[in-house]
C-alpha cells in the first residue's frame, strides 16, 4: 500500500507541474486521475502483519515474487488462528469483597 501511496503523491506533483507550468492539460489530467486512483486504493488498503512482512522480504532474498509470499502467508494464517493466551486467575477484589450488601428503603 505503501507504493500505491507514493505513485499517487508523484503523479499528483507531476500532473500539478505539467497543469500549471508547461500547459499540458491532458497529460494532467491523465496524471491526476491516477493519482487519485492511487490514493483512494493505498486508503482503502490494509497493512501488512509481521508473518507477511517476514514472508515477503525471505521472498525478495531468494528472488521470488513478495507479494505472492505475503498471500501464502496470509492463508496460512487464516488456517491456523493464533489463540488468545489465557487470562490470569486472580483472587477477588478487596473493595468488592468488603460491600455490604443493599438494603431496601422501607417508605
Known sequence: MQRHARYALMAGTWGLVLGLFLGWTYLALLLGALGLY??????????????????????VAKGNDP???????????????????????SAPSPVR?????????AS
Open 97 to 105: 469483597a468488603r460491600r455490604s450488601p443493599r438494603r431496601s428503603r
Open 38 to 59: 492511487w490514493g483512494i486504493s493505498a486508503l482503502r488498503g490494509r497493512a501488512r502483519t509481521p508473518q507477511e512482512s517476514e514472508a515477503a522480504l525471505r521472498a
Open 67 to 89: 507479494e505472492e509470499a505475503a498471500t501464502r502467508a496470509r492463508e496460512e494464517a487464516a488456517k491456523h488462528p493464533a489463540q488468545a493466551p489465557p487470562r490470569p486467575t
